[in-house]
């Protein structure tokens, strides 16, 4: 049982108007309403304050000072959630229209001449530009998945996910998302669906034309995304590329030969004009060079505990944009940011650990969102597909060598055994006989579980014999 003693009717009477009153303040700060969505917003106000003001009734009789359940304490809460869910939405949609009326009228026309200038055309010759400028103005906010679930999209991530594909386009500028939170914070989800939106986007105005092949876009591991991106040509844009385990970027890793070779890649391959998602648990362990220097948005996936069921509430996360301008406007704290003063808040966040373990810098917080666990694709496919190259790898990772020597000594080498006198009573020539076979058993295996490798390395010789 619980007692309550220090709330009066008056006092949550008075929170629960000012509330209200804010939520109209908002919602009528200069925009137009639907007129339907004005009558339901209208009934809702009137139908949730009075339901909420009888639970607060009911809570603060003087007779009664203990009560037996949660019911009317339940009944604030749900009402109160439903009024916040349907203002909050309306003024998004509103957000979004302004903003994009409010340019339309000189944006759109810019935009036109900048692909002239630019000849756009020529190097994007399926890019449908119209269409392009009409998604512009009505972006995907909901998007049908693989199973035929409608994943939704908060208007304002769209927003600037709009705002990516611009400077993407007529700026030559590539795009790299973090994913940051706990295991089980929804990271991988939550970026499957940021996948979806792009390649939805990209695919409906002619700008890719590749299949939606997850596993070549979803990748466990940095050596798979780098074999990935050295298959693609010059003029293959617009790759949608997401490491789901970013351990393999971190600190400690940072002279690796993989770690380099991304960190190299993203320094030459920019006109790629790639979107690179890495997520990782802490984004303190990520190598500054891609977190402070590359990153543009970082999400923070929340994970709280659920005190009613006793389970994890997830879903939840706050963005933050290291801006590519000098200034950046956060809704939620509703000023703007220098970018100076972001880039050195988290500078020095993600100085020691015991400042990053904590949080991200949240006075540089831009906008906080919900995101509903709806895979953007078969996670039961991807699922059998991930165990097996995870299996391969682990050959893989047997040998230090290029895929270009493994073929050559595979193909060429003559048996271990005939390499010379192996004197295997002598117990440190038997270590090295053992160790040596180790190394090129893992390699015989890694081309017998890639066979379309040994046979590109084969074509590639006997076309050096045609034309001698």
């Known amino acids: 049982m619980i007692e309550l003693k220090e709330i009066t009717p008056d006092k949550a009477f008075h929170l629960i108007d000012k509330e209200i009153a804010t939520i109209e303040e908002e919602i009528n700060n200069g925009y137009k309403i639907e007129d339907d969505q004005d009558a339901y917003l209208q009934d809702l106000l009137g139908i949730t304050s009075k339901e909420i003001k009888n639970a607060i009734n009911v809570l603060t009789d003087k007779e009664q000072k203990y009560y037996r359940d949660l019911s009317d304490i339940a009944e604030i809460e749900r009402a109160s959630d439903e009024l916040y869910k349907h203002s909050r939405k309306i003024r998004e949609q509103m957000e979004l229209r302004l903003y994009y009326n409010e340019r339309n009228s000189y944006y759109v026309k810019r935009l036109r001449e900048l692909y002239k200038e630019k000849k756009l055309k020529k190097k994007f010759p399926n890019f449908d530009l119209e269409k392009y400028l009409k998604i ?184 933050y944009i290291l801006p590519r301008g000098q200034t950046i406007y956060s809704p939620f704290w509703r000023k703007n940011f220098t970018r100076n003063d972001v880039k050195n808040a988290f500078a020095k966040k993600l100085e020691k650990k015991k400042d990053y373990y904590i949080s991200l810098p949240n006075e540089f917080m831009i906008h906080r969102f919900k995101f509903h666990e709806a895979w953007g694709f078969d996670k039961g496919k991807y699922d059998e597909y991930i165990k097996n190259e995870i299996r391969k790898h682990s050959y893989a990772k047997g040998f230090k060598t290029s895929e270009l020597i493994g073929y050559i000594i595979d193909s060429k080498l003559p048996k271990l055994k005939d390499w010379g006198t192996w004197n295997l009573k002598d117990p440190a020539e038997k270590a090295m006989y053992d160790n040596l076979g180790k190394w090129l058993r893992n390699i015989k295996k890694y081309f017998e579980l890639y066979p379309e490798k040994r046979t590109r390395y084969q074509t590639s010789y006997n076309r050096r014999k045609e034309n001698v």
């Open 136 to 319: 512009l103005q009505n972006p995907f906010l909901e998007i049908k998945n693989f199973s035929g679930k409608i994943v939704n999209y908060d208007p304002f991530v769209v927003n600037k996910f709009m705002i990516a594909i611009n400077q993407m386009l007529f700026d030559e500028m590539d795009l790299y998302i973090i994913n940051n939170g706990p295991e089980g914070s929804g990271k991988s989800c939550h970026s499957s669906q940021i996948i979806l939106w792009f390649y939805t986007t990209l695919k409906e105005v002619g700008l890719i034309d590749y299949a939606y092949d997850i596993t070549k876009m979803f990748f466990s591991d940095i050596l798979s995304m780098l074999q990935e991106q050295n298959e693609q040509k010059n003029n293959d844009f617009f790759r949608i590329m997401n490491l789901d385990e970013g351990n393999d970027l971190n600190k400690q890793n940072y002279a690796s030969p993989d770690a380099m070779d991304f960190r190299y890649s993203m320094r030459t391959t920019r006109r790629n004009l790639r979107v690179v998602i890495i997520n990782i648990q802490q984004i303190g362990e990520l190598d500054n060079a891609i977190s402070l220097s590359r990153a543009n948005f970082i999400f923070d996936c929340q994970l709280d505990s659920n005190r009613k069921t006793g389970t994890l509430n997830k879903g939840t996360v706050d963005m």
